[in-house]
């Protein structure tokens, strides 16, 4: 159960670290304003 549940965490991760890189290549500015 627990081995499940770290591997459907793990999959999650990496589908919102895919959106985030995707997001951030596509409005740079945004990005940037936003870190100031």
């Known amino acids: 159960m ?3 549940l770290s ?3 793990w ?3 990496g ?3 895919q ?3 995707c ?3 596509s409005i740079p ?3 940037l304003s936003d870190e100031l």
């Open 2 to 4: 627990s081995g499940n």
């Open 7 to 9: 591997l459907s965490l």
């Open 11 to 13: 999959l999650l991760y």
């Open 15 to 17: 589908v919102i670290n």
């Open 19 to 21: 959106i985030t890189t």
């Open 23 to 25: 997001y951030r290549q």
């Open 29 to 31: 500015e945004l990005v």
